[in-house]
């Protein structure tokens, strides 16, 4: 089962308010990505975590937040939603295998409506 | 820093015409690059990709990308679309294997029936 699953697939929040993201995969990967996606834009990674290592963009540093409880599962957390947000996002995962590319498998997505 | 450029937002052809979609990218060195397609209501799915070796690379679906160092391009290619070809295509790269992407902005494929 190649499948990243990503709960919910709509989610409406309120300006202001928290917002959570969650993805999982069951193929034992070690690394997991989140990336925002917005309308005619290219898909922008906005962090991933390397096993239990958590690496966030620069540019949005302190704009989300992510946690990994297990290998399966990652969230995607915004404290304080503002409708900038506004877009879908995508997660993603791989295995570094170094004797191979390391393919990078994507959820559906979430789309996430700030008001 | 690197960069990928997609000069198509929209490409429509007809079925059973011939495609290619335009990537160039931008680094210093040979980047990983990669072809994803994006069906509706679905996730990106691999196409094909390239480190090294025979600058044509052969993916799923009979589709096939031509590496150009001189050009810095990664154009995708197929010799006869099918009306189920339509999707969005992103181009991306990778610094090294197994780190983040870096994607273009998609061309979005409509194939006429």
């Known amino acids: 089962d190649t499948t990243v699953k990503q709960n919910p697939r709509y989610k409406l929040a309120r300006v202001g308010k928290p917002v959570n993201l969650i993805c999982s995969q069951t193929?034992?990967?070690?690394?997991m990505y989140w990336y925002q996606k917005k309308p005619n834009q290219a898909p922008k990674l906005l962090l991933f975590?390397?096993?239990?290592?958590?690496?966030r963009e620069a540019d949005t540093f302190e704009k989300f937040q992510s946690s990994r409880p297990n290998n399966s599962f990652c969230s995607l957390y915004i404290g304080s939603a503002g409708l900038e947000y506004s877009a879908m996002y995508l997660c993603?995962?791989?295995?570094?295998?170094?004797?191979?590319?390391?393919?990078?498998?994507f959820g559906p997505g979430t789309r996430l409506t700030v008001l | 820093a690197q960069s990928v450029t997609q000069p198509d937002a929209r490409v429509t052809v007809s079925e059973g015409a011939s495609l290619q979609l335009r990537c160039k990218y931008s680094?210093?060195?040979?980047?990983?690059l990669f072809w994803y397609v994006q069906y509706p209501r679905q996730g990106l799915q691999l196409l094909l990709k390239?480190?090294?070796?025979?600058?044509v690379v052969q993916g799923v679906n009979s589709f096939e990308a031509e590496f150009s160092k001189s050009n810095s391009s990664f154009h995708l290619q197929k010799a006869s679309v099918h009306w189920s070809d339509s999707a969005v295509y992103f181009c991306?790269?990778?610094?090294?294997?197994?780190?983040?992407?870096?994607f273009g902005t998609g061309t979005s494929l409509l194939v006429d029936p």
């Open positions: 390239y480190y090294s070796g025979d600058p």
């Open positions: 993603a995962s791989s295995l570094r295998d170094w004797g191979n590319y390391a393919e990078q498998f």
């Open positions: 193929m034992n990967h070690d690394t």
């Open positions: 680094y210093s060195a040979t980047p990983y």
């Open positions: 975590y390397y096993d239990k290592i958590l690496n």
């Open positions: 991306a790269l990778s610094m090294t294997m197994g780190y983040k992407l870096t």
